[in-house]
């Protein structure tokens, strides 16, 4: 057989292909880019930023923030800028500045190969010369087409300009940050120094804040980004020679105070910065700075005035009693998710605690401000309001012992037995005193019998938008051991307010470009991410007043018919309060920024700011009432431990007035409810899959039932005789036809009235029987609207007039109740002349 030959790759062959189809492309961009005409230097000196946008309130009469309305600028030649500023930004934005051509062939290399595999343009690549076209003579449009004019024009700058030039035309130009342009006014602004004096870490800053002055804004919410690319622009300068080893380490660890008066002029400073990093991000800087956009937000800036007032004056009243130095405050709409106010500190340009951060999106601890998501994922799952869960020391970890000792092979470290802010234990006790009075042990209890997955899926379904991984919690998120943002928290609690309807929180109503070109707008998106009956549940059990008053009293975060919760956090390091109305959803973190712990945390701290600005923001949006959750149809056979009957699973009704077995007719208020004792945990009567279904067989199956049931045991050894025992042997055997369950209401009469009578007369009405039964109380309508409950002798006096009763025909209604519970009812048609 003759051998063959094994053939190679013809690489040479490609290569050549690859590097004749080059130059073709390189050649025809050349022919292209020599009919572009390069403007001279005096247009770059001349330029002049035009098209200010403009950022709104509501009304879009009163302007937050002007791009241009007082631009800070100053030409200097580039002996006067300083040597470390010059290093600093070469270094970071184009290190081989003094050697190319206006352009990196490598960059571009890679910068094609990226928007290739990105079968779009997302990469750029730029040196400083392709910087300064792109922000001089070309518009924002991300395409190939407007890069190659760039890698152009670059070339043929550098060509016409000297590298000190176009490095002076730079630094003069650059955007460092609000209205603030050029490395001189930069270095004016935020150190109060020329640009010759900056130091090596100064220079580091302004030079790391170059390609997202927003974003690494030091008055912003990443400030911790601005740090680490400072210290990326050192190093960056020591691998360059530009500086010593002795001076970067001086330069890292130096503290550098930036002056607040860099950002004098903005109104509603946090609230307008959350609003331009989301424009940058959509729309780029450039056009956001120099396109003479007018974005019209959701502020609200009458509210917004009043809660940077209350927000500073309290924080002043709460640092020395309280030491918490910082304040921050959301108010939302929750039928539109419109943020109408936003503070994210005492005061923006506060240097003692960083004012600029903005707690508003900050992440932290919520406290028992989180609880609602669990009591609300709880009465979707079919619990109620009166389920009763035992508020006693319970250890949780399956790793101790239900007395909170660890088993063989584990620490106390590895128990978990919370208890609650007072220290105290109160026994059985309903989900809605539970939730009402904060209590942590049945908050913990709840947690588990809903599961963490389900109560995380409902907090996020409702706007929170941190706690994505569900295993990265235990039983404590239930306490705030996850983090969340006021703003999230502030706009989820919305959703109960608006009957279990989202509405994202948004800030911007209407964005026109500077031709008037709507660009963006409005749209509601309102999403029922939450049973309108739970929300309505959750509303009626938060704006319980009554409910709180073992905890919070009657003053302190009360207004009638307003839900409200509070929240705080181990060690006080976080006091929360978030409340709302039909009309709008308030919240009000305190704490410190450093972290630091306050003194005797609590509802003391934030809720006086709530209250105060909530009752304000009333008088703007009139509070209506919460509509009444529907009436559970199951609620007469449920489990009687779901309906707030703890002492036993076997309950009778009596007649009270015969001690014998009510009926189906037996008047409701008769009926009293006898239970055969026999105290056990929820966990003995409910399974947690299966809240309404069947008695468990073996609630021992369940890990956590031989944790609860021995200290539900133990307090019930201490307490049942102050409750008494109930036996089979004292439930009556049968009824009675003769009882009052067969008794009908007395009949009634009127005296001392008559057909008609004028609306200034007075009038004195007696209510009396001839039955049986003497009445015990009676009940006074009129038109059907409630007036009075009469007490015995039953006389009601009253003049007509005083009532806003109008001439023409009323009727009056008696309604009454014997003593035997039996009710009647006798009305009165009246001409007021």
């Known amino acids: 057989m003759q051998d063959h030959k094994k053939r190679s790759f013809p690489w040479k062959k490609v290569l050549l292909g690859l590097l004749a189809l080059f130059f073709l492309f390189v050649g025809a961009v050349l022919v292209w880019a ?164 900056m130091d090596y870490a100064q220079a580091a800053y302004l030079a790391a804040m170059l390609p997202a002055p927003t974003y690494y804004s030091p008055f912003g919410l990443n400030k911790a980004a601005l740090d680490t690319r400072k210290n990326l622009v050192l190093s960056k300068m020591k691998q360059y020679g530009y500086i010593t080893e002795a001076e970067y380490t001086a330069a890292k660890n130096e503290t550098v105070t930036f002056n607040s008066a860099a950002n004098t002029g903005i109104k509603a400073p946090h609230f307008v910065f959350y609003i331009l990093q989301q424009l940058e991000q959509k729309y780029g800087k450039d056009a956001i700075d ?251 059990v938060l704006s319980d007043a009554q409910a709180r008053i073992p905890t919070f009293g009657t003053t302190l975060i009360t207004i009638p018919g307003v839900a409200v919760k509070t929240g705080t956090t181990n060690n006080d390091r976080d006091a929360w309060t978030v409340g709302y109305t039909p009309e709008i959803s308030v919240g009000v973190w305190s704490g410190n920024n450093d972290n630091t712990p306050m003194k005797n945390g609590g509802s003391a701290i934030s809720g006086p700011t709530w209250k105060m600005f909530m009752q304000y923001a009333i008088t703007k949006y009139p509070q209506t009432q919460f509509e009444d959750p529907t009436p559970d149809p199951d609620a007469a056979t449920l489990k009687p431990i779901l309906r707030g009957v703890w002492q036993g699973n076997e309950t009778v009704n009596v007649d009270k007035v015969t001690g014998l077995r009510a009926t189906d007719s037996t008047p409701a208020d008769a009926i009293v409810q006898k239970v055969i004792t026999d105290v056990h945990d929820i966990l003995y009567w409910v399974d947690k899959s299966d809240p309404r279904g069947p008695v468990p067989t073996n609630p021992g199956k369940d890990p956590e039932y031989k944790l609860w049931e021995p200290p539900v045991e133990s307090w019930w050894a201490a307490n049942a005789s102050k409750y008494g025992i109930t036996t089979a042997a004292d439930i009556p055997a049968g009824t009675d036809s003769s009882t009052s369950s067969t008794v009908v209401g007395s009949p009634l009469s009127l005296s001392g009235i008559s057909d008609t009578m004028n609306l200034t007369d007075n009038a004195d009405i007696a209510v009396t029987t001839t039955g049986q039964y003497p009445l015990s109380s009676v009940d006074v309508l009129i038109d059907n609207n409630y007036i009075a409950t009469l007490p015995d002798p039953f006389h009601f006096v009253f003049t007509p007039a005083d009532y806003g009763l109008t001439a023409g025909t009323h009727t009056i209604t008696f309604n009454a109740t014997n003593s035997v519970y039996a009710k009647s009812t006798i009305q009165k048609t009246i001409t007021f002349q």
């Open 34 to 197: 020599s009919f572009i005409k390069l403007p001279d230097i005096s247009t770059f000196e001349a330029r002049q930023i035009s098209n200010s946008s403009k950022i709104t309130d509501r009304t879009g009469q009163i302007v937050l923030y002007d791009a241009h309305q007082s631009v800070k600028r100053t030409q200097i030649p580039l002996d006067q800028m300083g040597y470390p500023v010059q290093k600093a930004v070469i270094s970071i934005e184009d290190q081989d500045f003094y050697n190319n051509d206006g352009i990196r062939p490598t960059s571009i290399i890679r910068a094609m190969l990226i928007n290739l595999t990105h079968a779009s343009y997302v990469q750029g690549g730029s040196t400083i010369t392709q910087q300064i076209i792109k922000n001089t003579l070309l518009n924002g449009d991300k395409s190939i087409t407007r890069k190659l004019k760039e890698w152009v024009l670059a070339i043929r700058l550098t060509r016409q300009f000297s590298k000190n030039q176009i490095l002076e035309i730079y630094l003069n130009d650059a955007p460092l940050g609000g209205t603030v342009y050029g490395v001189e006014a930069a270095s004016e602004a935020y150190f109060n120094i020329p640009a010759s004096q």
């Open 290 to 540: 120099n396109g003479g956009y007018t974005i019209k937000t959701t502020l609200d800036y009458d509210l917004q005035q009043k809660a940077e007032q209350i927000v500073a004056q309290q924080t002043v009243l709460n640092e020395k009693a309280y030491n918490d130095s910082n304040q921050g405050l959301v108010a939302i709409d929750p039928t539109t998710g419109q943020i109408l106010a936003m503070v994210g500190s005492k005061n923006y340009f506060a240097t003692d605690i960083d004012g600029a951060y903005n707690v508003a999106t900050a992440q932290r601890q919520p406290g028992s401000s989180f609880k609602p998501f669990v009591y609300a994922t709880a009465f979707a799952d079919g619990y109620t309001p009166d389920t009763v869960l035992f508020d006693v020391p319970t250890e949780f970890s399956t790793n101790c012992s239900a007395d909170e000792q660890p088993l063989p092979g584990f620490t106390q470290k590895d128990c978990y037995h919370p208890s609650n802010f007072d220290n105290k234990f109160e026994g059985p006790l309903s989900l809605r005193s539970s939730l009402a009075e904060s209590r942590d042990v049945t908050a913990v209890k709840l947690l588990y019998l809903v599961g963490i997955p389900n109560t995380i899926a409902t907090a996020h379904a409702m706007g929170i938008t941190t706690l994505n991984d569900p295993n990265a919690y235990g039983l404590s998120l239930v306490l705030g051991g996850g983090e969340v943002t006021l703003l999230d928290i502030t706009s989820a609690y919305g959703v109960f307010a608006n009957s279990g309807i989202r509405n994202p929180a948004t800030g911007i109503l209407e964005v026109d470009d500077h031709d008037g070109n709507v660009l963006e707008q409005y749209q509601p998106n309102p999403m029922q991410v939450l049973d309108k009956n739970v929300a309505l549940t959750m509303n009626n």
